[in-house]
């Protein structure tokens, strides 16, 4: 029998999931608080200049390609998608390194810090490889319900990669400080230090040299676009300004949602909002986890962000840039041991406009600077303010040149805006960290324990932070709802 489903929140997850659910022929409808959808991944269209609010790195192009294939689309028909070479800069305290778009031109910079260094390096990604197969093809399209899932032929003969560090297997073969932290970048997308995260995860490393890093012509927007077009199609009706205020619970069952003081039934309610304020939806007696819970768990960090509009063309720069010239153990000191604004901190920069002339007027360059921070943190104006001068001046230094006087405006977003606008917990930017202790089963459930016909899905639950897991994630939801409707 085909349900009636309500999905809260229209983030990368609830697409996807609301996307899967019509194409079984159920009743969908998406309500979504803010006035798009798109939820972390959203879109500042200001004076000629186009920036992605969220997500700006497009890696594991498979990963949307299976998720539009499912629909018998290609990506194509929606955005046009273009390889990046460079696919990055780092900026070191003395030097800088260039990551090319294939494994050859990568090994000559690696040779040019290090000698010898390649030949470990082909090793090392062609293993990072071989976990990435099993990673993506095996292990992260299981819905986290058991321990078992994580044991296969593959997994057993890998069984120490998960009680090793990634920051350990690196420091095996490679000794120049650049180059570890060159490959121990990917995995910051997981959300956790490199020295607590455990080493099978450098399959980040592949999805990083191996598949290399992608633009979306128009910026990561242009997916949301896609997948909500495609949402409609499938038949999903999209509820936008519509603030769920109620998951509405009759004898152990959710029945339906209130939302702009109207009750509105369903025969499942499926959750893609942070999984910590989808709780706070209930009454205390049909939650799961306690405060002390949430308040246990390693959160990836929060964000200071801002959106700069310069009048003219940057030199010395890429699409992408990482500025790694202070201490990065201090820093990330500094965000999951003792919370506190940093002293020194690292940032990213990224200037699409570099390589997407539709992204800035004509002789202009669109920026987005990010300093990866503690959440929770107390965010004032004036501290955006004194990070903002911070960093421009440490860019000016290492890029040559001035820009201060070129900028048109600045706008930023922080800790108070991620509470703000998306109901994050404690304000975290991308989700619950994947450490080895917060994997899979060990991950807050996509089906409530105590709740029937709810269910959960997005960063916060099974596989964990990023734009291709939450793409698997509301698979997975959809997959379990399906499946118990069916029973
Ligand atoms: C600054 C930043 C940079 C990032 N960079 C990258 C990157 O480069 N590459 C990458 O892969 N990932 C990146 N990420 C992570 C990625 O964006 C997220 O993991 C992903 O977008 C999360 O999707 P989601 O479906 O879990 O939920 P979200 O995007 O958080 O969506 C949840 C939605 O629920 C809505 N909601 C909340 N409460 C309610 C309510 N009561 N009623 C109705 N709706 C509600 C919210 O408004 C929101 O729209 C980045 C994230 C941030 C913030």
Redesign the pocket.
Known sequence: MKKKIII?????????AACYLAKEGNSVSI????NT??????QLIKDGFTFD????????PDIFDKFFADFNKKTSDYYQLDKLNPAYKIFFSDDSITIGDSMDKICVEFERIEKGSSKHLRKFISEAQKNYNIAINKIVLRPGVSPLELITPETAIRVNQFFTTISKQVRKKFKNPKLIATLEFPVL?LGAKPNKTPSFYNFMNYADFGLGTWHPKGG?YEIIKAMTSLAKELGVTINTN????KIRVQHKKAIGIT?NNENIDADVVL????YH??ES?LDVEHRQYSEAYWDKKTFAPS?L?FYVGFDKKLDNIEHHNLFFDTDFEKHAEEIYDTPKWPKDPLFYVNFPSITDNSMAPKGCETGFF?IPIATDLKDTPELRTSYFNLIIKRFQEKTKQNVENSIIFKES?CVND?KE????YKGN???MANTLLQTAFLRPKLKSKKVENLYF????TVPG??????LI??KLASELIIKNSNT
């Open positions: 809260i929140g229209s983030g990368f997850s609830a697409l996807a309500y979504e608080k803010n959808t798109g939820g972390r991944c959203r609010i969220g997500p700006s790195w497009y890696w594991m997308f990561m519509a603030n769920v205020e939302v959750s893609g909002a942070d304020h989808s939806l964000s962000l990010l977003f991620f606008q998306y109901n994050s930017a991308y989700g899905t997005g960063q916060l932070p990023g734009v291709p897991p939450a994630s509301g």
